[in-house]
């Protein structure tokens, strides 16, 4: 079974602390993605990696950045925490797109990230 | 850029019924794929259902089935002989064949009463 994990459940913060959330992925996936979930907004995507050292914007990536130094794991960066980016963060991978294959994304359980 | 669309914020029905919720996309891509992922209160994001565009016959998983419609860009999901493990927020997503990012819509929460 493809394996996403997530370094925490819950995580507490306080306001201006720098935050490191971290995804590992144990099926040789060349796509990562965090994504942020809001009530009511869906899934919104902050960024993507398609390949070690190699990063994509998502739709809100502002007060965010990544960090993809080995193929198994993409961290999510919170340089500054504020609180309105207390939400939950989920961490998904997927094998590289395009071609006559499904290549569904696989999420971790997700990071629910308080920012007082 | 492509769009998912799905009206029904909230959705109830009764156990051992059967129900359907509604996903629009937009594209002008003709050849994508289309997904329904379950997520359950606390739990794991998972997927229950996929569908190529280019297949004509609808994609069936046990009790979930969707009704494709090409032309009309819509993505529904049929949910069978309703189980309480069924309550979840459930997202349609869509993925271009020509691409890595998926697109979801805002979600729809199942609520199945007993």
């Known amino acids: 079974d493809v394996k996403v994990t997530q370094s925490s459940r819950y995580l507490v913060k306080r306001t201006g602390e720098k935050v490191f959330l971290e995804c590992v992925q144990d099926m040789d996936h060349e796509n990562m993605f965090w994504y942020r979930q809001d009530p009511g907004l869906g899934l919104r995507l902050i960024y993507f990696s398609y390949d070690v050292k190699m990063k994509e914007k998502g739709d809100i990536p502002e007060g965010y950045s990544v960090s993809r130094e080995k193929k198994e794991r993409f961290s999510l960066i919170l340089e500054s925490a504020s609180t309105n980016q207390t939400s939950m963060y989920l961490c998904a991978s997927s094998l590289w797109g395009g071609g006559s294959s499904y290549n569904e994304q696989f999420f971790g359980p997700g990071t629910r990230l308080t920012v007082l | 850029a492509q769009t998912v669309t799905q009206s029904q914020p909230e959705m109830s029905v009764q156990e051992a019924e059967t129900v359907t919720l509604s996903c629009t996309y937009d594209?002008?891509?003709?050849?994508?794929?289309l997904f329904w992922y379950k997520q359950p209160p606390s739990r794991q994001m998972i997927l229950v259902i996929r569908?190529?565009?280019?297949?004509?016959q609808n994609a069936t998983e046990n009790r979930f089935s969707v009704n494709f419609q090409k032309a009309a860009k819509s993505f529904s999901l049929k949910i069978s002989d309703s189980q309480l493990g069924d309550a979840a927020m459930y997202f349609c997503a869509y993925r271009a064949n020509t691409g890595n990012q998926f697109y979801f819509g805002t979600g729809t929460s199942l609520t199945v009463i007993p």
């Open positions: 594209t002008s891509e003709s050849d994508y794929y």
């Open positions: 569908q190529e565009a280019y297949k004509q």
